[in-house]
């Protein structure tokens, strides 16, 4: 069974009794005032969510700067809008559309990548996947001293 969605009820309720507590208080006023300031909150909301998906639009789909910064800023219960304005990108949608739990990806340059799990639109789960690294692509040992011509430092000292 899903769980409920409350803030579906209880922000409808709020700005109908704002608006019953204010005409009961101020008359035809009151309610002006706060059907303003309920307009006013909702376009303020819209112009948020405009200006994270006009910069998310730039990006491509599923890319971030750095997948290990993504991972530790990420925290329960974050809405998925927040972690579209952290990424500046849309996440690469991993499950059929409009199914829940929804799965995002993003991944960045060097192939790690971070698999987000929203539940109506909340962060639940999240896991970083680091790409395997080849034993033959681990950088060599650094020269030892004594493998080091002598003078070699001396053509890097500048001169007196």
Same mark, same amino acid.
């Given at each position: 069974?899903?769980?409920?969605? #409350?803030?579906?009820? %209880?922000?409808?309720?709020?700005?109908?009794?704002? $608006?019953?507590? @204010?005409?009961?208080? #101020?008359?035809?006023?009151?309610?002006? %005032?706060?059907?303003? /300031? !309920?307009?006013?909150? $909702? $376009?303020? +909301? %819209?112009?948020?969510?405009?200006?994270? *998906?006009?910069?998310?639009?730039?990006? &491509?789909?599923?890319?971030?700067? @750095?997948?290990?910064?993504?991972?530790?800023?990420?925290?329960?219960?974050?809405?998925?809008? +927040?972690? !579209?304005?952290?990424?500046?990108?849309?996440?690469?949608?991993?499950?059929?559309?409009?199914?829940?739990?929804?799965?995002?990806?993003?991944?960045?340059?060097?192939?790690?990548?971070?698999?987000?799990? %929203?539940?109506?639109?909340?962060?639940?789960?999240?896991?970083?996947?680091? &790409?395997?690294? &080849?034993?033959?692509?681990? =950088?060599?040992? =650094? &020269? @030892?001293?004594?493998?080091?011509? =002598?003078?070699?430092?001396? /053509?890097?000292? =500048?001169? *007196?």
């Amino acid at each position: 069974m899903r769980p409920m969605n #409350y803030g579906k009820v %209880f922000v409808p309720l709020a700005g109908l009794l704002l $608006l019953v507590g @204010s005409y009961r208080a #101020y008359g035809w006023a009151g309610v002006a %005032f706060a059907a303003g /300031a !309920i307009v006013m909150f $909702l $376009l303020m +909301h %819209f112009n948020r969510t405009m200006q994270v *998906l006009k910069r998310a639009a730039d990006r &491509p789909v599923g890319s971030v700067a @750095s997948a290990v910064m993504l991972n530790a800023k990420l925290r329960p219960k974050v809405n998925l809008l +927040h972690v !579209i304005a952290m990424t500046r990108s849309l996440g690469e949608q991993r499950t059929p559309k409009d199914t829940q739990p929804e799965v995002f990806r993003w991944t960045d340059n060097g192939g790690s990548w971070v698999d987000a799990t %929203f539940v109506n639109g909340k962060l639940t789960e999240w896991t970083m996947v680091r &790409p395997e690294t &080849p034993e033959d692509a681990l =950088p060599a040992d =650094p &020269p @030892s001293a004594d493998a080091v011509k =002598p003078g070699a430092a001396d /053509a890097l000292r =500048p001169p *007196l």
